[in-house]
């Protein structure tokens, strides 16, 4: 050992400290500024790393906004309540930042199939979901409608049936067979304005969801004029284009915000447990607790120890709404009903 003798680490204290000057002699702090006086804003269109957003809710105060450095990678999708600093004038050439993301009250996810880890956040805060469905031209399809309806149960929407183009055929045997899940529902016409759909956003941050062909951007056109959205026409083999590229939110003359969300041809649900769906039929939540360890609630025989069946038998329950939730727990295992 060459030169002076390490000295006893005991007799060491904070004067023996030597500090190389230069970069990195600061200390980092986790501690974040509180932005007290940021402006509260909704997000209403996501483009290229910059988000539009409404401050205070106001149509006519839209400004560009920056992810704030702090956030890091931060999801931040269309309906979130956000807190913004900065320029928030909406003059040209001004950006605010996004300096923080408000706790959401509901999101509606989605994966690309049932096997996709990675889930998509479609919209946030959202009171219910309209889901689009043509009675004709294309046909509807039942398995979509139910995979929406679990979507809006795992997430804490109000799912709304929205059935379009009844001036091609009616919605008597559709709507029967959502009877017994006492789903609203909306009737449209091609040719005529609907009142009860116009009373039904009202005051809401109200999304809409549906397979591109379905009549969704005719009927954002008919609530929001301005919007400009362009319609598809379905194709001869009965799948329309996509018109929508990705979501936004549109206000409405009578107050409210509407989300127009890409048509999808899938809507995958790996992200969703059958207790998720089970949670939202309040009379066979607690009878679940009692069924064995990985039970599916399918019911016998793919779950034959399952004690939904009692529910029924005691008169708790309707048949038909065991039914109809079995039916949507089979569409979220991808079996075919």
């Known amino acids: ?20 000057p230069g970069k990195g002699t600061r200390p980092r702090s986790k501690r974040r500024p509180a932005h007290a006086d940021a402006s509260t804003a909704l997000v209403t269109g996501v483009d290229r790393g910059r988000w539009t957003c409404a401050v205070e809710r106001d149509p006519a105060r839209v400004v560009t906004a920056m992810r704030a450095r702090e956030l890091g990678r931060t999801p931040i999708v269309v309906g979130d309540t956000v807190g913004l600093v900065g320029d928030v004038s909406g003059k040209a050439d001004t950006l605010a930042r996004i300096v923080r993301v408000d706790e959401r009250a509901s999101v509606l996810r989605r994966t690309a199939d049932d096997t996709d880890p990675y889930e998509r956040v479609v919209v946030a805060n959202a009171e219910q979901l ?15 409608i139910d995979r929406c309806l679990v979507a809006c149960y795992a997430g804490g929407l109000e799912p709304v049936l929205c059935l379009t183009k009844a001036d091609l055929a009616g919605p008597e045997d559709l709507l029967a067979q959502y009877a017994d899940l006492d789903v609203p529902a909306i009737v449209t016409r091609h040719d005529e304005d609907s009142p009860e759909l116009i ?22 056109n008919r609530l929001v004029p301005d919007a400009h959205l362009a319609t598809g026409v379905v194709s001869a083999v009965g799948k329309g284009r996509h018109t929508s590229v990705s979501a936004v939110a549109l206000p409405l003359p009578q107050g409210g915000w509407v989300v127009d969300t890409p048509g999808i041809r899938s809507f995958g649900l790996a992200h969703v447990t059958a207790d998720d769906i ?56 991808g079996i075919e009903s």
């Open 1 to 20: 050992m060459t030169g002076l003798a390490r000295r006893d680490w005991r007799t060491l204290d904070e004067t023996d400290v030597r500090v190389r």
């Open 199 to 220: 009373e039904r956003l009202r005051d809401r941050v109200s999304a809409l969801v549906g397979h591109s062909g379905v009549g969704k951007s005719t009927l954002v």
């Open 278 to 333: 089970v949670l939202s039929f309040p009379e066979f939540a607690a009878a679940a607790e009692e069924c064995p360890s990985g039970c599916g609630h399918l019911g016998p025989p793919e779950d034959p120890g399952c004690a939904l069946e009692e529910v029924v038998a005691s008169g708790t329950a309707r048949a038909g709404r065991l039914e109809s939730l079995r039916r949507l727990l089979s569409s979220r295992a």
């Open 130 to 144: 309209l889901i689009v469905t043509a009675l004709a031209d294309p046909p509807p399809r039942t398995g979509f």
